[in-house]
């Protein structure tokens, strides 16, 4: 068995989508990155990536790549779940907290739960999503922008 924790911020930026989870979020604001800037699944991504003991999403997917510019995220963990699954693990479950003042996210949890579910390939109740806020505390306090983490547990493909 292999535990791995990601993390990533990502700050607000006006005139773009706000996607969290592979799913769209309404909201005046969307986050500033060269992809989607999806601060969780690039949390994700590292957790993965970290337990399979592989580099950084940065490395694989490197900013000055045009390739990556406004790529999906869901898209790229589609390739990262391929990349653990090739350096031979599978998911267990993995576990996220998005840190936010706003938007409210409580209405698009299940969705969120969904689409990772669907994109990494693990039943629903495999996903654990929670939202918090930092009590108007730090850049997340004065909504400069939005935090996540990331935990996951890979299990060698050979062990029963």
Request: net charge neutral; hydrophobic share 45%; with cysteine.
């Amino acid at each position: 068995m292999r535990v791995g924790i990601g993390f990533d911020v990502h700050p607000f930026l006006s005139g773009r989508k706000l996607f969290l989870g592979g799913v769209e979020i309404p909201y005046s604001l969307g986050l500033g990155g060269h992809s989607d800037a999806d601060v969780v699944l690039h949390a994700l991504m590292d957790a993965l990536l970290g337990a399979a003991a592989l580099p950084e999403i940065g490395y694989f997917f490197p900013d000055w790549d045009k390739r990556w510019e406004r790529a999906s995220s869901i898209d790229l963990l589609k390739k990262v779940v391929n990349k653990v699954s090739s350096a031979g693990f599978k998911i267990v479950n993995v576990d996220l907290v998005i840190i936010a003042e706003e938007p409210v996210l409580a209405p698009y949890r299940e969705k969120m739960r969904e689409s990772i579910a669907r994109a990494i390939s693990l039943e629903g109740c495999r996903v654990g999503i929670k939202a918090t806020s930092t009590e108007k505390l730090g850049f997340v306090g004065r909504k400069e922008g939005i935090a996540a983490q990331a935990v996951v547990l890979l299990q060698e493909k050979d062990e029963s």
